[in-house]
């Protein structure tokens, strides 16, 4: 949709209220909106909002096969959804340049800044890892959507526990969060952005702009820091003329938010194992809108009278198989030639009585040789089909045509006539052989 | 005050002797049936519904704050948060002829009048009445313009309305307000405009009038710095 | 292997400090309006810059220049076969870097309603890929006659156990070093791009800066010989 556009007049109030250290929000150039953090009933979801900012986090993981570059590392997926319900300038479905940048910044800050211990998260090398997904969905934007969206992934990842399993000889067995309690990531540590706004050819900071002034400033840029006093990002969002003592300048502001912030999710998430472990019912995220608003809960409840229902019994079985990988089968030589052979043996077969009915009494093959060589042709193919298990169980094995009293000079001559069509088939067999 | 939802049929004892039937009421046969919720107005034979919006759609004779957009050939291109631009004509402004054009930029806004709303066609604008008079039309210079609520806007300019004019007792100040929900607002320094901004955007929910003073007065008294 | 031995030498036998040889080439394609192959060691690219022509629709703004980027690294340019040589996410990220960086170079408020394209192309990349691109692209412009506010050069800088080193390789680029690529317009205290890879600690900080800032000003003594001599070579078609 389209947005109006920012009026001269907008934008020489605001430069000029920021120059002389004024801002609409009442707050001074370098103070932070206040930051609101809170995690859901379901373990692995938060929500952050910053001023005006709503953004929420969820975090999932499933099994998943690794890379074969890093057989025994767990893969971090990052998902962003930028919507029009945040922003009506955003598109629908598709992920601006806006969108690009804030996947990218996460996948940064998350990933390659190396916050999660990834080869915890390997089940079985080479077969079988953990994917983490977290999904970001921006609900409302007004500035500092970096900040609120690292916070609120953070937080999620942070509460996320993952199910418990162990490794049997031939499969994984995963318990629920009923049999074994689930086990939590394992994060080093906590990177947080900040997002800082120049102005003035970089000689002003504005902390934590709003979308109005964003779009006032001269360019803005983005520090996450974490406890450790370590710079894990820096990422220049706009265009801008920085000197290097403005930069160092910014980070140290960066780093002091970080450890504040740092404090604030550490609390949350131990108050709701707190609250866990006392076996209270977790709010979630009801404690996000106020009560004022009028809703269903306040109404008195009205009786419903159910029919009785028989509790069956709880299924007992919660364990979830995961199918085994067996050993010593090679798929390819057991399925595909089998296939084929015989689908070539059937239309060959087939042709070859046509031919005889149509060339009408001459007899090339009388029914007992074309039996006794078909049987032979299934000797051959059940060779086959043995040698591929032969290779590996190392075993001797014999085939021998069951049911046929005639022993094998009698069959040779009988071959011979048929020379011609057996050659056929075996050059075709050792053809699709080759 | 009685509130309608969308879908009652109204039966005030007021309204039957009614001659104009307002915004968000539509006739059906007999029946006046509603379409918008909002609260029941009623005025000398004009029954209306007082709405709750932030979307405006043009009607004629609505006085709004455009901004200027683009310059194409004989018109300005103008921005009045509708769906689709509206324009304005360069010979109707005060003044204004063939040699003499007026002097906008892009970014800029003005006071006009919305005088052809014709459907399937941008809206037209105007910056002065029929007898080529200004009345107050035209560029507005400076100050600062935000957006509210259109019901907001109408409240603000009824005369019954204190909210003006208890600030008027503490500030300096010149505003103009636009039917299409933008409110452009002057004063001396930078530091008023913003305690006027914070003012006009928390009164929308207050109705007394002692509230409505004492959050002039904090307002007032604020440091705006933080 | 360390990335510094104990004498104090680097894997290719260069000191910390110490950047890689430059050569270059302007001019090269005839259609562009400005062209540029730079080599800084191994790290071979290739930059060609069209424009001011007149913007599409949807990029064009109405007070100034828009300038699009598109950075792509060949098939063959890495250790291994890249598949897609542009459109992958690190491609589109250091695109919009350098597109931003450019913006605040060049004088953009000379071209309203117009774009300038830059292409850039690594052709073999090995190490600060990024640095090569900013360094040919500010040559492409120069010869290009486009107005800048000066010429950008650019560097990329780690650190190890507290000593900085410049103009890393491929081989140094490892997933644990720090490293800070740093673009300065001529050279000053003006830093245009600045981007951090792996995690910092803040005492570093200043130290790697100031050796990426010595670096940008070194590497833009270079940059800077290598276009007057192009003007020089230029001069008699100028009419001296």
């Known amino acids: 949709m389209r947005v109006p556009p920012l009026t001269t007049c907008e934008k020489e109030v605001i430069l000029e209220a920021l120059k002389s250290g004024k801002r609409f929000d009442f707050r001074g150039l370098e103070e932070f909106r206040g930051v609101k953090l809170v995690v859901g009933s379901e373990i692995g979801t938060a929500i952050c909002t910053i001023g005006n900012t709503k953004v929420i986090a969820a975090v999932s993981a499933q099994i998943a096969e690794p890379s074969s570059m890093r057989p025994h590392k767990g893969v971090i997926i990052i998902d962003v959804d930028l919507s029009p319900m945040a922003n009506v300038s955003n598109e629908h479905d598709r992920l601006g340049s806006k969108g690009m940048e804030l996947i990218r910044l996460l996948e940064l800050i998350i990933r390659d800044s190396r916050c999660i211990d990834v080869e915890s998260l390997c089940i079985r090398a080479g077969k079988e890892i953990w994917k983490v997904r977290v999904d970001v969905r921006i609900l409302d934007e007004d500035g500092s959507l970096l900040d609120c969206a690292c916070l609120a992934a953070i937080t999620a990842l942070q509460h996320f526990k993952r199910p418990n399993v162990t490794l049997e000889p031939h499969h994984t067995l995963i318990y629920s969060e009923y049999e074994k309690a689930p086990v939590p990531l394992n994060i080093y540590h906590m990177p947080i952005c900040t997002t800082i706004g120049l102005l003035d050819k970089g000689q002003m900071v504005v902390i934590d702009p709003t979308e109005k002034e964003a779009a006032c400033l001269d360019g803005s840029i983005v520090v996450a820091c974490n406890k450790r006093r370590e710079v894990c990002a820096l990422h220049q969002s706009t265009n801008l003329v920085l000197s290097t003592k403005q930069i160092e300048r910014c980070v140290k502001l960066a780093m002091s938010r970080a450890e504040a912030l740092t404090a604030v999710v550490s609390d949350v998430i131990k108050q709701d194992q707190r609250e866990r472990s006392a076996f209270k019912r977790p709010d979630g995220f009801s404690i996000t809108t106020p009560s004022l608003i009028l809703t269903s809960g306040t109404a008195a409840a009205r009786q419903i009278n159910a029919p009785r229902i028989q509790h069956g019994r709880e299924p007992e079985e919660k364990m979830l198989y995961q199918p085994s990988v067996i050993v010593n089968e090679n798929p390819l030589s057991v399925g595909s030639v089998k296939q084929e052979e015989v689908d070539e043996d059937a239309l060959i077969a087939e042709q070859l009585s046509i031919i005889q009915n149509s060339v009408g009494g001459v007899a090339v093959s009388d029914p007992q040789s074309s039996g006794v060589s078909k049987r032979k042709k299934e000797k051959e193919m059940v060779d086959d089909l043995l040698d591929g298990i032969c290779d590996s169980e190392e075993e001797e094995v014999k085939t021998e045509i069951l049911g046929s009293s005639e022993p094998m000079e009698v069959v040779l001559p009988v071959v011979e006539q048929q020379k011609d069509e057996e050659d056929v088939t075996s050059w075709r067999k050792k053809k699709k052989k080759v | ?226 | 292997m360390s990335i510094i031995s104990e004498h104090g030498f680097r894997m290719d036998g260069r000191r910390p400090a110490q950047i890689r040889n430059i050569n270059t080439r302007l001019g090269l394609n005839r259609n562009a309006e400005g062209s540029c192959y730079l080599e800084h060691g191994n790290t071979k690219v290739l930059c060609a810059v069209y424009g001011p022509y007149e913007s599409k629709a949807s990029k064009r703004l109405e007070d100034r220049c828009a300038i699009v980027c598109q950075y792509s690294t060949t098939t063959f340019s890495g250790l291994e076969r890249k598949n897609r040589p542009r459109g992958d996410r690190k491609s589109t990220e250091i695109s919009r870097l350098l597109e931003k960086a450019f913006e605040s170079v060049i004088l953009t408020e000379s071209f309203p309603r117009s774009q300038i394209d830059i292409f850039c192309e690594v052709i073999q990349g090995d190490g600060s890929n990024l640095a090569a691109c900013v360094n040919a692209t500010s040559l492409a412009l120069a010869d290009a006659g486009i107005p800048m506010k000066g010429i950008a050069s650019a560097a990329t800088c780690g650190i190890v156990e507290t000593k900085p080193i410049v103009d890393l390789t491929s081989r140094e680029e490892t997933d644990l070093l720090p490293r800070v690529t740093l673009a300065t317009i001529c050279g000053r205290d003006e830093v245009i791009l600045v981007e951090l890879q792996n995690r910092l600690h803040i005492d570093h900080l200043s130290v790697v800066m100031d050796a990426a800032k010595a670096t940008c000003a070194d590497v833009y003594e270079c940059l800077a010989v290598v276009a007057q001599q192009h003007l020089k070579a230029c001069a008699p078609i100028l009419g001296n």
């Open chain 2, 1 to 226: 005050m009685a509130v309608y939802l969308p879908g009652d049929v109204i039966n005030e004892p007021s309204s039957s002797d009614s001659s104009i039937i307002g915004y968000g009421i539509n006739l059906r046969g007999e029946k006046k049936v509603v379409t918008q919720p909002g609260a029941f107005r009623s005025d000398e034979g004009k029954i209306w519904l007082s709405v709750h919006s932030k979307r405006y759609i043009p009607q004629e004779g609505d006085r709004v704050i455009a901004i200027v957009t683009s310059k194409t050939g004989d018109f300005f291109r103008l921005d009045i948060g509708t769906a689709e631009y509206a324009m304005i004509s360069f010979t109707n402004f005060e003044g204004a002829t063939k040699r003499n054009r007026p002097n906008l930029k892009t970014g800029d806004i003005i006071y006009a009048t919305v005088f052809d709303t014709t459907p399937r066609t941008e809206a037209e604008l105007t910056c002065v009445d029929d007898e080529k008079r200004a009345r107050g039309m035209g560029q507005l210079n400076g100050g600062y313009m935000f957006k509210v609520s259109l019901n907001h806007c109408r409240r603000l300019i009824n005369p019954s309305c204190e909210i003006l004019q208890t600030m008027g007792k503490f500030f300096k100040f010149e505003i103009t307000v636009g039917m299409n929900g933008r409110i452009w607002v002057n004063a001396p320094t930078t530091e008023e405009i913003i305690k006027i901004h914070d003012v006009i955007n928390k009164s929308e929910f207050i109705t007394g009038e002692d509230e409505l003073i004492s959050l002039v007065q904090h307002s007032y008294t604020r440091s705006v710095s933080g």
